[in-house]
Structure formats: structure tokens, C-alpha cells
């Protein structure tokens, strides 16, 4: 029926009959695909890896006499015994959903086969597989430049037969692309790992391959004066060009590497070369894989240089020795040390999370925004600057307790915080100043009352204000300005 | 005085107490390129002989071998300890483009007749380096002046323009090691150099370039005391 020299391609086929049919089996893969999904044999890995599987075991037996399968039970159990596994999928169902699309021969008429169409599909969905299966098992760097291989392979199975026209070489050189950049990042990773040489054979051993492949192309064009081959031609020429001087960068350092190896011997130093290399260095310019002058210190660290070991690498850096510690120094240090170990506790997990309530956000106008924002800078300026009825307040009652002095000044528990706050800053101005009664009397005094506040004295001595000299002058001062 | 023109196999393998003591006099006060002053090393070897001071330093490089060198710079009259510093602690006090600019600056003061460096003559050199290459270059070798590898001098030019010049210190001359100057000539040619090459190149003195090396050293100092 397919005549060699006949050309088929799915968008030039004339004979409408033969693209519906063609059509139909792909809409009927579709098909069978979507049940498939549907009934959970396709869905996951494992149980598309069983649904093949089973698929094979038909398949062995369509092919072979001796592995005919009589029933789905028996498919079950041949299942079992090969792979030695309980299967993830119900094959009887999987079995049954084949006869429904025709892949499968009838129950009645065993043993279980392939019909023609089933053997067709499945062997297609193998091929894709493992297809697949081969892509991901190159490495990553080789992936496409692998691709390329593969698609010069199918093109010798299909289109050189006249089945499809796809444009093969563009897809080759597409995947150089690829390949080229790929290298191109990777490149330096390699010659950390020094493994640059392995991947420059290994892909210059893929890129001669390629290169005749194209070349055998590009021959059989020859005379067909066509303005795509021509751009595809030359995209070749440079696509090669750029492959190879990535390579050849990854060649450089092996070269240089087998270079001290070998011992290359410089007869003469060239001094404008020595120089160049240093400005290089300086303005970060060097040129493809010449090492920084402190690259050089690492490897000779590493004793990547063969040179017997002894040369110990580094600068001589002036440097110098601590003085030394006196005894006492270090059992202070070493007490210091202990105290902070003895007390230290092991931080409390979630502790944050328990406390915090969390007030919904509320949605505030621009205008209201503004006025919290005038209050809170209002709180600002006049922590800033107002501090006279404090000041006035200890001056009327010198040795007032702190709470007492704050709950005079009122303005409730917000009103007493800042009026904390101006104190801390007039003690820190030493204008007045705290105070305890050692011998504990006054205690009485310390009871306030408050209005929905306590203050709570360190180690619960209750501290007294007064003011100091300095506060003194500058009531005085404040008096003449008046 | 006798004591130490006449040297012994004894002697060399040891440091008297007074030796002992100005070495770790320069040992504490090394820290940011201070060192001691001569005068302060010769009054704790209670000596007034400069000879017995430079026998001190030659006697305790030998005998400190590769893992101290104390140098004097009779510059800023100075007693500096060095010790090796390996890349990563390099890296701290230099980054690339600093130790570079060091090596160069190292070739040029080595070859030069006088030492000298003008900063407009360094200038050239890396004028194509970056956009801002004059104030990068000036920070730059501010910062090696800062490590006290290099000498900045200030002299008056044309009109009252000041100007800068630079001489590599004692310091400076003695923080390259051999190996790693061979290194990075090879590096820079791009094949293997030999040692002789290198001090050719630098115009390195032997003698100088081995103040650690011990085996020379002996036979210096037996010299010496003959």
C-alpha cells in the first residue's frame, strides 16, 4: 500500500479518506487515554508503570504461542509471578476498558490478544515511553545535544522514507541552540569539578557525528535552491563555530592544566604580558579561565601544583599576638561565664503566640487617618518638650514617691506612661533625682490610688523624686525670663 | 659585646634572654603595621652596636625559619613581625583587585631604578580600567599604604598641585613569597617559569629573597663571625 517512494505528510494529503482515518486513531488514543485517567490506571506513576506492564504481558502474549493468555485471571496471576508484586490496578477492569475501545479480543474468543489497532497504539505509547525514559537518563548537559542525535535517528526511519516532512534540521540545530547555552552556564561548574575534559570529549565525540549527519543533509539539498536551507545552512555553520569555542574554553583549561603537566617551559618572561595580565586582574577583565592572582593562592593551598608540596602558599602579613591575659581576667571571664550559663534558660516555645490578641484592622477615611497620626505626633512633640508640670509637681512636694507624684499628675494610665517617660529624660538630665529610704519606712506612702494603674518598683523599694541643683538654676532662670 | 661576635653552633639554635624579650616586644606591638622602633629593640639587647641589632634579626629569622620573618624598615625605623597569611585570611586584609594592584605595583618599584612610582605614571597603566579608575586606583593604593605594604609621598607639582608618589616598603618587598610570584608569572604567560626566571625577572637579590632560609643563613652568620 505505502509505495517507498510515495511522500505522506498529514497537511498535504490529498486523499481526504485516508487524513479522516488517520485522524480518527489519534481521536480514539485520546479516548482511551481519558478513560484510562478516568479510571484511576492513569493517574499516577505507579499505576501507569502497571498499566504498561500489563499492557507488555498482552503483548508477549499476542506475539508468542507458548504466552498466550487464556483469561484475566490468568493475567493477574502471570502479572505476579514476573514482577513479583501485588498489582496497584484492577487488571480485569483495565482488560475490559481495552475491549470496549477494540484493543483487545473478545472473552469469547481466547486466548486474550491484541487486536491490530490495540497492538499499533500500545506500541506507540511503549516507544513514547521509552523514549522519554532515554531523554531523562542522559545528563543534563547532554540532554540536548542527545536530542539532536534523535531527532537525525527518527528522521532516517521516517522522513527519508517519505513519512511527514518535518524540518529536522532546523530542530537539530534548534537543540545545539540549547545545547550551546547550556554549556555555557554550566561551563565554569565543569571546570571546578574539574571534569571539563570528560564533557568536552564526550560532547566533541556527539558534535562529529552530528556534524557529518548535517553535512550528509546539507549534500542531498545540494541544487535545490531554496532561501530556508540556505538560512538553516548558515545558522548550522555558526551554531558549530559557537559550540566549538565553548568547547575550546573548556579545552583551554584542560590544555593549560596538561600544559604544567607536560612542563611547558617559558624561555623569556614577557613583561608587557605580565603586566596586562595584572591590569586584567585589576579591572576584573581577565580573559576566559586565567586564574585571579588569589585563585592561584587557593590552588597552591590545595597543592593543585605539582611541585614536591613544600611550597607553602600565602603572604607574609605583618600581624600581631594579644597581650596576655592576667589569672584574674580569666576567672573573672570564667565566672562571668558560668553565672550566664546558670541563669540561662531554654527559650519557651510558642511563647509569643500565646499572648498576642490580634485586634481585626480596622478600615479607616483619610480623614480620620489624620487625626491618629496628629495625636500620635502630638504625643511626640510634647514628650519633646512640655515638661513643666512635672517639674512644677516635684517642686511643690519634694520626696514624693514616683507613683504618687505620677497619680497627681493624672491623665490616667496613658497620661502616668508618659509622664514616666519625661521623668526617665529629667533624671537622665540630672534635674531631679530618685531615691530610697534604706530603712524601709514610708511604705505607707507608696499606696496610691490609681485610676486603672500600678506601678510596680524594681525589687519593690519604693522610689522617691526630688529635685537636684541643676533643676534649681533653671527655675530660677525660667523665673527672670518670666 | 664579646659574646656575640664570637657565635658558636650553640649559639645559633638559641635566642639569650634579652634576644628573647625584644622579639616578643616586636611580636606584641606588630598590629597595624606599628612595629618598634629600633632604638626601643636596641635598649632592651642593651646594646648600642647597630650590628648587634642586625644580628638579632638575621639570627632570629634563621632560627623563626618559615614561620615568622621580622623585618626592620629603616624608612619608618620600624620592627615588624610577619607571619603567613594564607588565602582566605589574605582575602580579609586584600581583595583581588588590591593584591593585583600590589603585585604590579611590587614589579615596577623592584625594576625601577629609583623605587619610585609616580601616581600619574600607575595611572597610565590602569587609566582603561574602570569609569571612575582615578579615584579607585587612589583608594586602592590608599588602602596598601593603609596594610603598609607601599610608601606614599607627597611632592609638590606643577604650580601647587600636590602629587603623590609611591615606594614599596620593607614590608612590601618581603610579602611576596617566591613561589607564589612564580605562579602568577606563570599564570601570566600561560607556561611553566623557573625560580631563576622569576628573580631575574623581579631583579630579586638572592641574599635578600632568603632572610628565612636557614641553611644560607648559617653560612651568612659563620661569615659573619669569622
Redesign the interface.
Known sequence: MTGINENFDIFFERDQVRVRDALKDLIMLSGVLKDLSGEIFWDDPRRVLDALRVFDLILKGTFYEEEAIQGEQELVYRFERIYELQPTIDIPRLVRLGRRYNWITDSHNPPLKFTGTGKRMVMQLLRLVNDALVYHSQPAELKEIHQAERDLQLAKSYEDIGVGSQDTIASVLNNLDNAVNDLKFQREKYIQDRRALEKYQSVLALLEMLERELGERFARLKGAIDQKYERQHRRSATLFYRVIQELSSLLGENA?VS??EV????LR???D???????D?????LPGT?????Q??????EGI?D?GGD???????????P?RLHEDDVERGVRQLEDWIYRWEPPRENSMSENIEYHPARAVTARELASLLGAATSVAAELETDTRPIIDAIAGNPGISVAKLLAQLGGGWAGALRHLLVLSYLVSEEEVKLFTYKNGKDKATADVKTDGWRLNYPDGEVRFVKGTAVLGKQKKYDLKVR | MEKYTAIDEKDILMLDKRQQQALSEILISSKSMDGVPRQRVMRVLRTRDEEVFNLFLRKANSILGDALKLVYDEQSNRCVALTRANAAWTQEVLDDHQLALFIFCFYLGMTSRTGRMTFDELHGYFQRSSLYAERKLMHALDHLAKCGLLRMEEYEGEGDEKKRSYYITQVGRQALPLPFLMRIVSESQGGEVTMEQVRDFFSLDRRQEDTGNTDEDKKQLKLFAD
Request: proline share 6%; charged share 15%.
Open positions: 593549560y600544559q604544567l612542563g611547558r617551559k617559558v618572561v614577557n613583561r604580558r605580565f603586566l596586562q595580565y595584572l591590569v586582574a585589576y579591572s576584573d577583565s586565567t586564574l585571579k592572582p588569589v592561584t593562592m587557593q590552588y597552591m593551598e601544583y611541585d611550597s607553602f602558599a600565602g603572604l607574609w602579613m605583618p600581624f600581631t599576638l597581650p
